[in-house]
């Protein structure tokens, strides 16, 4: 499975998950398989609120899920549409999240979960505190 991270700046898999997915600076994206990690500049980190392009942010990289700590319901939505499954960070790191992900699971977020801008309260791995 490729599982794509928000994150500010590439630490591998002790990399910090970044509080917004669409104005996070980089993307990491492991293979749980392969343990290939690869990193990724966001393609549309510089968009107006609620304009997220999350397929452009993602570069045209295949992945089958995201796992952030917030996101707005439009790119939500988007990813969604193209059959990604987006899941709400439960730890602070990307390996914290895998881990979590893999034992228990990690909540699906809906768009009941989502935030209404990324300006405020969007800190590392905490997401918009819902």
């Known amino acids: 499975m490729k599982i794509c991270f928000p994150v500010v700046e590439d630490q591998g898999l002790e990399s910090e998950v970044y509080g917004h997915f669409g104005s ?15 990193a990724l500049n966001n393609g549309d980190e510089h968009h107006e ?3 997220c392009q999350p397929l452009k942010a993602l570069g045209g990289q295949d ?6 700590g917030g996101i ?8 969604n549409r193209a059959g990604l499954v ?8 990307i390996s ?9 699971g990690l909540p699906v977020l809906t768009p ?5 801008g990324h300006a405020h ?5 905490g997401g918009c505190h819902h």
Do not use: R, S, W
């Open 24 to 38: 996070a600076p980089l993307f990491i994206v492991v293979n749980t398989e392969t343990k290939e990690i690869k």
């Open 49 to 51: 609120h609620g304009a």
């Open 63 to 68: 992945v089958d899920a995201i796992v952030v």
């Open 72 to 79: 707005g319901g439009g790119a939500l939505m988007g990813l």
């Open 86 to 93: 987006v899941y709400q960070a439960q730890g602070l790191t």
């Open 96 to 104: 914290d999240n895998i881990t979590c992900l893999i034992q228990a």
């Open 112 to 116: 009941a979960q989502t935030c209404g």
């Open 121 to 125: 309260g969007h800190g590392h791995g």
